[in-house]
């Protein structure tokens, strides 16, 4: 099973590539320097709009809002071409503001008016495969991550209107909905009694208490959570293991926030 690494300088038209290609995707940063470069005027007008120098070297903060979900059924019904599986995934990123220091404040020189319109969505990985095959995803998102998580700690040097620039990207994993966000946060799939995704209730305590709610899972709680579940260093039995790490039973990769984004 392969997967397709998009600027990598193949230069081949769709119909070429392999059949066995389950994944097209493209470099996380050059998708982003070439989305920064589209939106190279809307940067510049920003700068004047907020009476700031044109020729601000930055460091400019991008935030990102990243998404991923599944396309549902898109198995072949006509044509003569190879059979496809019937799911497909899509993740996808938008610039939602970009803000650059100013006399000891940050100014905001550009912010998304539609973000979740199709037209700011960026698509940068498209998978054919079910959304709750987590070693298929994980196997196919998992170079992507690692990409992010570079760019995090760098700064990307870029012209923009003739001058080099510096930009920093801050990222937002909110655009997931509760499937994708047990999926990639290793928790049990929508029927576990652990029937929240932001906190430790099971299905009879949020049934008893419909009024004090708090966010208490993260990321790194869940990680610590998986390797307890998967080295059960106090010989638990299954049960008290499972009410231990509280229904994580899979390896999270992907940090996702709490968000009515993708509801």
């Not at 100014?107 to 960026?122: Q, Y």
């Not at 430790?200 to 579940?229: G, K, P």
């Amino acid at each position: 099973v392969g997967i397709m690494d998009g600027l990598s300088g193949l230069n081949r038209c769709v119909d070429e590539y392999p059949v066995e290609v389950i994944s097209k995707r493209f470099r996380y940063d050059a998708a982003l320097v070439s989305t920064l470069k589209d939106m190279e005027e809307d940067i510049l007008e920003g700068l004047k709009a907020q009476d700031l120098e044109e020729y601000l070297s930055g460091p400019f903060t991008v935030v990102i809002k990243e998404s991923c979900d599944g396309m549902g059924d898109v198995s072949e019904k006509h044509g003569s071409g190879p059979a496809v599986p019937e799911k497909a995934v899509r993740f996808s990123f938008t610039i939602m503001t970009i803000s650059v220091p100013s006399n000891n404040a940050s100014v905001r020189i550009f912010e998304e008016s539609k973000p979740n319109s199709e037209l700011c969505c960026k698509p940068l990985c498209l998978m054919l495969a079910d959304e709750s095959d987590h070693e298929t995803l994980t196997a196919i998102l998992n170079p992507l991550i690692t990409e992010r998580e570079s760019m995090k700690s760098s700064e990307l040097i870029l012209e923009i209107g003739g001058i080099l620039r510096s930009f920093k990207f801050s990222f937002r994993g909110t655009g997931y909905d509760e499937k994708l966000v047990r999926e990639v946060e290793g928790l049990e799939a929508s029927g576990s009694v652990y029937i929240c995704t932001l906190c430790d209730a099971t299905r009879l305590e949020a049934s008893q208490n419909l009024v004090f709610h708090s966010i208490t899972r993260s990321h790194s709680e869940n990680l610590q959570r998986y390797e307890t579940w998967r080295a059960n260093p106090y010989h638990e039995s299954v049960e008290e293991l499972r009410d231990r790490v509280k229904g994580v039973s899979a390896k999270p990769f992907i940090e996702t926030l709490p968000s009515i984004d993708a509801l």
